[in-house]
């Protein structure tokens, strides 16, 4: 079955960049979609079809696909952005999740 | 508003049955596959099953794959998760989400209900 790897945990200072990676065999062949799950609530969709952000995302969240590895940034890094982060593609006929990132804005 | 609810978590023995709902308010329900997604506590968010607009193609989980069956009504703007043979490990808070495509292949989940909790428990 495909396999979607994150980083566990990723810190960036406030104002700074962050970048999260979601690593999967040949994944730029795919459409990759981001979410992000603060805690007790259900996650949003930030990212989707690699790089497209949803109405009300800000400009600050942006994404990008490329062979083995998937980014979504986060610049200029606010309070608010701390959160889980889970890229998910399909394949084979099933819908796959990343491991999670958990962001930390320092 | 567009909405997605979600009821009829409890707790159940291992080996029992459950029935989840999810009600869906604020736009054309038939026009959108739909999805369960669960997440145990603690940890990550696992894909369930995925069911097209007309109910006509439904896919699954290797871990739930004959066990679990996902249904909807469109005159009811309603999605179904039958659970059969439960086990410990079903134990998640379960989410419905709203497909941005109507079918197959899958795209992003746009909308997301607040979860129903499931706890497999004896």
């Known amino acids: 079955s495909y396999e979607l790897t994150q980083p566990l945990s990723v810190s960036v200072a406030l104002g700074q960049t962050a970048r999260i990676t979601c690593g999967g065999n040949?994944?730029?062949?795919?459409?990759v979609h981001w979410y992000q799950q603060k805690p007790g609530q259900a996650p949003v969709l930030v990212i989707y079809?690699?790089?497209n952000r949803p109405s009300g995302i800000p400009e600050r969240f942006s994404g990008s696909n490329s062979g083995n590895t998937a980014t979504l940034t986060i610049s200029r890094a606010q309070a608010g952005d701390e959160a889980d982060y889970y890229c998910?593609?399909?394949?084979?006929?099933?819908?796959?999740f990343g491991t999670g990132t958990k962001v930390t804005v320092l | 508003e567009v909405q997605l609810v979600e009821s009829g978590g409890v707790v159940v023995q291992p080996g029992g049955s459950l029935r989840l709902s999810c009600a869906a308010s604020?736009?054309?329900?038939?026009?959108?596959?739909m999805h369960w997604v669960r997440q145990a506590p603690g940890k990550g968010l696992e894909w369930v099953s995925l069911?097209?607009?007309?109910?006509?193609?439904?896919y699954y989980a290797d871990s739930v794959k004959g066990r679990f069956t996902i249904s909807r009504d469109n005159s009811k703007n309603s999605l179904y998760l039958q659970m059969n043979s439960l086990r410990a490990e079903d134990t998640a808070l379960y989410y419905c989400?709203?497909?941005?495509?109507?079918?197959?292949?899958?795209?992003?989940?746009?909308?997301w209900g607040q979860g129903t909790m499931v706890t497999v428990s004896s």
């Open positions: 989400a709203k497909d941005q495509q109507l079918a197959p292949p899958s795209d992003a989940f746009d909308i």
């Open positions: 040949n994944i730029g062949s795919k459409n």
């Open positions: 069911i097209s607009w007309d109910g006509g193609s439904t």
């Open positions: 604020g736009f054309t329900f038939d026009d959108y596959a």
């Open positions: 079809r690699d790089s």
């Open positions: 998910q593609v399909w394949d084979s006929s099933t819908d796959v």
